[in-house]
């Protein structure tokens, strides 16, 4: 596992990912790969420049439930999953979007999945590798 700081958070990555910074957002992927992207982007809830207690957790709550979403809860954080079918990529491909909410943080974690390869291994290992980085996401203590 590799550990990658996002603004103010950082999140833990297994190290099979190749990563780089787009803009402000960390994008992870497989190598040599097309079909299966990671993309991590955090929203930080402000009020005055400081961060806003329990915003991000709320935010989730309430948008997982206009969704009718499953809403999954963890130490102090919580997420939904969504899929929607994607713009590009062959027929019948999907973006997976998970919603974090951590304290006055939101992640949007998005993965594109192509459907020619939705069932290859690596695309399932990449799918697989999320839950866990959303374990791991945590504040930055510095």
Sequence with gaps: MRTF????????????????IED?????????????NLRFTLINVTRDGQPVADAGVK???ERAA????QLHEGSDRVWYHV???ASEGSAGSLMHY?????DGHTLVVSCFVDATRSSHPVAQRVLASVEPAIHSFRRDPK
């Design 5 to 20: 700081s996002i603004g103010s958070t950082k999140i833990d990555l297994p190290d099979f990912l190749e990563t780089r």
């Design 24 to 36: 402000d957002t960390l994008v992870a992927f497989p190598p040599r790969t097309d079909f299966a």
């Design 59 to 61: 935010m989730i709550r």
């Design 66 to 69: 206009e969704a009718k979403a």
């Design 83 to 85: 899929t929607e079918s």
């Design 98 to 102: 998970w919603y974090v909410g951590m």
